[in-house]
């Protein structure tokens, strides 16, 4: 048996087709441009290409894209006061503050200043507390991306059981209310969890975001699964040439697994589609008219 491979960017363009049209709609019928300010603090190389691989989509959407480079010599109260200013800018409905930041910026200070209806990351304690107790709010884009791939490959996720490896609140926890929200049976493990291999082998749908390299492995899965690889891991290939691998050991997956999200390929194309999702709901709901439904 080989895993079908599930090919998050071709899910990932439709769903940026679907959203260029809703983004242009917007401007023809409310006169509303959907804005997306990107900020970037020091010059750590990855998070400038993160921010590249977000302001270039933003604007090939029809949106307005503002990038925000500042020096890592950047004061916290500096930083606050930018915020503050994109928070009254009429021309920006989305906020993101690319993370991680310099250790003497406090990163929950800085999410938490952000306008809950511009938090775009869906970081803000307002849109997660939202997110837990099930009221419409802005969503982590990469765990919306996780549900979307589980979905092409699973049409219903009720009734399913669904193991989510990580629980960080940037991906594992808002991914685990989402899979709630589908009616999963969601599982929550971790480093400290009993017997991992034997819970990861009980998922119908299993998400792995750890960042360890290859962590699960191929034995770890249910013959059948739906894994989503959430890992984006350097590590030294043949030749001493650095390559990219997820948290999931690929080809042990590959003769287990009934389907699997590539690395790269997967996951992250769907994380840029939703920010951009993110963005055009924010602005339309700004407007005072209802989301689209992407």
């Known amino acids: ?9 071709a899910i990932a363009a439709a769903l940026r087709a679907r959203i260029t049209a809703a983004a242009s709609r917007l401007a023809t019928e409310q006169g ?3 804005g997306l ?10 998070s400038a290409i993160y921010v590249r691989n977000k302001t270039a989509p933003t604007r090939e959407a029809g949106m307005r894209a503002f990038q925000h480079d500042l020096p890592s010599s950047t004061t916290e109260a500096e930083l606050l006061g930018l915020v503050a200013r994109l928070n009254a800018d009429a ?3 989305g906020i993101l503050v690319q993370l991680p930041l310099p250790p003497h910026i406090d990163q929950r200070s800085v999410i938490a200043a952000i306008d809950p209806g511009k938090d775009v990351d869906g970081f803000h304690p307002l849109n997660a507390g939202r997110l837990a107790v099930g009221l419409p709010s802005l969503v982590p884009c990469t765990p919306q991306g996780c549900v979307i791939l589980a979905r092409a490959m ?3 996720l009720s009734g399913c059981e669904a193991i989510v490896v990580g629980r960080s609140n940037i991906v594992g926890k808002p991914l685990a209310r989402l899979l709630l929200g589908e009616d999963a049976t969601v599982t929550v493990a971790h480093s400290r969890t ?8 009980r998922g119908d749908l299993l998400c792995v975001a750890v960042g360890q390299p290859e962590m699960v492995r191929g034995d770890w899965i249910k013959p059948g699964a739906v894994v989503i690889d959430v890992g984006q891991n350097r590590a030294v290939g043949g030749g001493g ?5 997820g948290d999931v050991a690929f080809a042990e997956a590959l003769a287990v697994a009934g389907a699997i999200t590539p690395v790269p390929g997967g996951v992250g194309p769907m994380t840029i589609a939703c920010l951009l999702a993110n963005t ?4 339309a709901t700004i407007a005072g008219v209802a989301p689209p439904a992407l």
Request: aromatic share 0%; net charge positive; proline share 7%.
């Open 32 to 34: 509303v441009v959907a």
């Open 241 to 245: 040439k650095p390559r990219l691998v």
């Open 194 to 201: 009993k017997d991992l291999a034997a819970v990861c082998r």
């Open 280 to 283: 055009v709901r924010a602005a």
């Open 37 to 46: 300010a990107v900020v970037l603090v020091g010059d750590d190389p990855a």
């Open 91 to 93: 021309t920006v409905h």
């Open 154 to 156: 699973m049409p219903s």
């Open 1 to 9: 048996m080989t895993a079908t491979l599930i090919d998050g960017k």
